[in-house]
């Protein structure tokens, strides 16, 4: 029986991989993951990078695992873990599952009663939240707020109904594209609450920003890179 390894990558900091997830991506047989060419890239560079720190002997294939083939790939990934393979599951960056796919092999996994080692790291809300200034000891991720403005606006206005019985720091990720119309929203629904702002975190145009909502769409009237929002209500 083969293992599933749920491995952590570098969000944009070669050097935030750890020595355990090196040791398993140089050795598994195969690593599932949401873009190949992605993850065939950082294999590359890492294997450029630490092959003097760990010997690599050979190339794992690499498999193409997203939110459009999880419900056919699953069993065959289930298979190759019967015949004995290992797999480490990856994410484009960062850990697996948050915001990404995964959750259908693990649970999978677990039924089949086949070994699951999570090899921790990087994820980007967390480095966002310990680097925000906000309130640390409570907070809610919220992954990616709805796409649909009605829905997004709805579930903002809950959230500030729920606050009154828990003070809370909220994250969520937002994509370049809707981030002024999430900002925008936010304002409409919750006014000019507290915010921070993580810009490409770990990369070299990183920031921090705070602010409120209506000063952000100002500030990033053309925003570029990978955003993490943070607030308290």
């Avoid at 690499?62 to 083939?69: D, E, S, T, V, W």
Wanted: hydrophobic share 35%; glycine share 6%.
């Amino acid at each position: 029986m083969g293992t599933l390894y749920i491995v952590s990558t570098p969000i944009g900091n070669l050097e935030d991989i750890t020595i355990r997830a090196l040791h398993t991506l140089f050795s598994v047989d195969a690593i599932a993951c949401e873009d190949t060419r992605v993850t065939g890239n950082l294999w590359e560079l890492l294997k450029n990078k630490y092959n003097d720190l760990i010997s690599v002997t050979h190339k794992p294939i690499l498999i193409p695992y997203h939110n459009n083939n999880e419900q056919t790939i699953t069993p065959e990934l289930i298979q190759l873990l019967k015949q004995g393979k290992n797999i480490a599951l990856v994410s484009d960056a960062g850990t697996p599952l948050v915001s990404d796919p995964g959750y259908r092999i693990v649970t999978e996994v677990q039924k089949q009663n086949i070994p699951i080692i999570v090899v921790p790291g990087v994820s980007a809300f967390l480095t966002a939240l310990t680097g925000s200034g906000l309130q640390t000891n409570t907070w809610t991720f919220l992954g990616y707020l709805p796409e649909k403005q009605s829905r997004r606006i709805t579930k903002l206005r809950n959230m500030k109904k729920s606050s009154v019985m828990l003070s809370s720091t909220y994250i969520c990720y937002v994509a370049p594209h809707k981030f002024i119309q999430t900002m925008k929203d936010i304002h409409q629904s919750l006014g000019d609450i507290p915010c921070v702002i993580g810009r490409e975190l770990t990369k070299i145009h990183e920031e921090y920003w705070k602010g409120t909502p209506q000063e952000a769409f100002g500030h990033f009237s053309h925003p570029k890179g990978e955003f993490v929002l943070l607030f308290t209500l």
